[in-house]
């Protein structure tokens, strides 16, 4: 796995000095290995329990640790590294598959459950999405509703707040931010489970407060490609973790949701 997306992820919720410390990896991931403890320290400019603090806080039980793993994931990028001259065509494939791929590791079985546990058994769920985001929120209202979910998305910020007012215990509230530090949407979790309600969250930051506060987060990963015009990176990185949250939802009761897609399908076709 590259590690790099990992401390990405954590970025958001390092403290200032861990943040010089991921900063430094990130920009120079081939020469960290090759450092010692205190080399790194001084070259960072914090104190060397800053750097074990650091490590720990992304999974490692220490600076050789992530050391260790970091050297192997340099490793297989280069041996993975395609030497001859591609179009931008193909860079930027390439580019979506390797954040695919680095979504897919982020992904875990018991999260994708425990999410569509929570959709199967509510009555009512109320997704919170603002900006960019409100396009991946529409998304998965469409998704939900045609297997047969009341589900309630309105784009506009002020109204999601008042859905957050009118939520009982039992219902879900479903929270999408490419940050995950979005503060309509904290504002709106918060509001939610204030009144006994379980939220599910996706973003792109497993370090960040909505993933944070939220029972179930479904992280995509953060890398982000320049482009002339933006990239869609984040989008399809959320898609991705939305196709698989709806097919683990599927197997849940497989005819049930079979029922509900065949009378949406009916529904439309009257209309062609």
Known sequence: MDLLPTISSYFPSLSKSEKKVAQLILSSPDEIPKLSINELS???????????RFSR???FSGYQDLKLELAK??????????????????LIYDQYQQSLQETREFIQKADLTGAARLIHNTNRIVIFAVGSSGLI????????????KHVEFIQDGQLQSINAAYMIPGEVCFAISTSGNTPEVIANIELAQSQGCQAIAITNYMGSTVAQI?????????????????????????????DALIK???????EQYHQYRLKANKALMKRI
């Open 42 to 52: 001084l070259m960072a400019g914090v104190g060397e329990s800053t750097i074990i």
């Open 57 to 59: 806080k992304i999974g």
């Open 73 to 90: 994931s340099q490793a297989a990028i280069v041996r993975a590294s395609d030497a001859e001259e591609k179009s931008d065509a193909d």
């Open 137 to 148: 929120g529409a998304e998965l209202a469409n998704r939900l509703k045609r297997l047969g």
């Open 214 to 242: 939220s029972q179930v987060a479904l992280i995509a990963s953060a890398k982000e490609y320049s482009s002339d015009a933006g990239s869609f990176t984040a989008a399809i990185n959320q898609l991705y973790v939305i």
């Open 248 to 254: 683990e939802l599927v197997h849940l009761a497989p």
